[in-house]
């Protein structure tokens, strides 16, 4: 089932997740929706905070659901190893309309069970680093604008909260 996908502003996206307890059935259909609402967005990855369910949870695939074998299920994740430096174009399901260059490690490591509760440790470069940092960024309640430096994170907060005022948000 699509989810409606909440924006910038509302508060669970701004606000530190809570672990995944038991992988219970509830929490395999919230994972479910959330595989659902990040390929009908689209988008290649998307936390539980975006559909309003403050827990350590996101699913990432860089295909979108156009090659098998490419959907990560990450509960719990943490970062086990992070080096390096990339700077590119980055955006946000949460706050449309609007991108940055953000700075990221090039190289991660993380530690999360999958769907079946299994551990796994998984290594990324580039864009699968880079989404690993996004999402996890998600559970802590940051959103790559936080990742800014002040005068174009201003500048694109000002636009929303304009956005916000003529409820166009
Ligand atoms: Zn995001």
């Known amino acids: 089932m699509i989810r409606p996908i909440l924006r910038y502003g509302a508060d669970?996206?701004?606000a530190e997740a809570q672990p995944v307890g038991e992988l219970t059935p509830d929490i395999d259909r919230l994972v479910g929706d959330m595989i659902d609402t990040m390929?009908?967005?689209p988008g290649i990855g998307l936390a539980a905070p975006q559909v309003g369910?403050?827990?350590?949870l996101c699913v990432?695939?860089?295909?979108v659901g156009k090659r098998g074998g490419e959907l990560l299920t990450l509960i719990n994740p943490e970062f086990v190893e992070r080096d390096g430096l990339q700077l590119?174009?980055?955006g946000c399901l949460s706050v449309p309309g609007f991108n940055a260059i953000v700075p990221r490690p090039q190289r991660a490591v993380v530690r999360a069970l999958d769907r079946t509760g299994q551990t796994r440790t998984i290594e990324?470069?580039?864009?699968?680093?880079r989404a690993f940092q996004h999402e996890i960024d998600h559970l802590d309640g940051l959103l790559f604008l936080n990742r800014l430096r002040g005068l174009k994170r201003d500048m694109i907060t000002r636009r929303i909260r304009k956005l916000q005022r003529t409820g166009k948000w």
């Open 53 to 56: 369910a403050a827990l350590r």
């Open 124 to 129: 990324a470069n580039g864009l699968l680093a």
């Open 39 to 41: 390929y009908a967005a």
């Open 60 to 63: 990432i695939d860089l295909s």
């Open 88 to 90: 590119e174009d980055e």
């Open 12 to 14: 669970v996206l701004h």
